[in-house]
T-cell receptor, first 115, second 112 residues
């Protein structure tokens, strides 16, 4: 399977704990995006990488959130001191540099539940 | 706040009927895309229409774009039960930003 993969698919944690999610993009895609989706809403942009450089960050990405893409391949999204409001589906997407860069391919998501 | 809004929020039709969903957005765009999302899963890209295009077809899908009204429509012809999903429009604006702005989605139910 050469699609975008995310791990874990589900995470249940207690308030105050730290969590980390991983995303493996499609191998030839230079661009990687993180979105958050709450129930009944569309995805909301969090951050964007071009190779290993984090080029854009949304205001939604508070200080408790950090994302990395150390080698320009997989990415991690860490949430520190989780709050109940962090409960959501976290989606990763990737796209090419050229051609149709905005055509993004999404992974299955990581559903986070903060108790 | 999100860029777009879909209308209706929910749509229920019989198998074989056509389904039409509308999307309105707020700012000038580079392109508009439609995605499908099955319950609890990731999004699947359906079709992209550029700002200088007015209509595009892909299989049973037909998308229109009216930039003067800042609106788009997605038509699914001869619907199937497997088309049951949420459908989102997403826009890429002209600022060069790389993120997509998603609407709130239309929940389509196709009754067999």
């Amino acid at each position: 399977d050469t699609g975008v993969s995310q791990d874990p698919r589900h995470k249940i944690t207690k308030r105050g704990q730290n969590v980390t999610f991983r995303c493996d993009p499609i191998s030839e895609h230079n661009r990687l995006y993180w979105y958050r989706q709450t129930l009944g809403q569309g995805p909301e942009f969090l951050t964007y990488f071009q190779n290993e450089a984090q080029l854009e960050k949304s205001r939604l990405l508070s200080d408790r959130f950090s994302a990395e893409r150390p080698k320009g391949s997989f990415s991690t999204l860490e949430i520190q001191r989780t709050e109940q409001g962090d409960s959501a589906m976290y989606l990763c997407a990737s796209s090419r540099d050229r051609g149709r860069p905005n055509e993004q391919f999404f992974g299955p998501g990581t559903r986070l539940t903060v108790l | 706040s999100q860029q777009g809004e879909e209308d209706p929020q929910a749509l229920s039709i019989q198998e074989g009927e056509n389904a039409t969903m509308n999307c309105s957005y707020k700012t000038s765009i580079n392109n508009l895309q439609w995605y499908r999302q099955n319950s609890g899963r990731g999004l699947v890209h359906l079709i992209l229409i550029r700002s200088n295009e007015r209509e595009k077809h892909s299989g049973r899908l037909r998308v229109t774009l009216d930039t003067s009204k800042k609106s788009s429509s997605l038509l699914i012809t001869a619907s199937r039960a497997a088309d049951t999903a949420s459908y989102f429009c997403a826009t890429a604006d002209q600022t060069g930003a790389n993120n997509l702005f998603f609407g709130t989605g239309t929940r389509l139910t196709v009754i067999p």
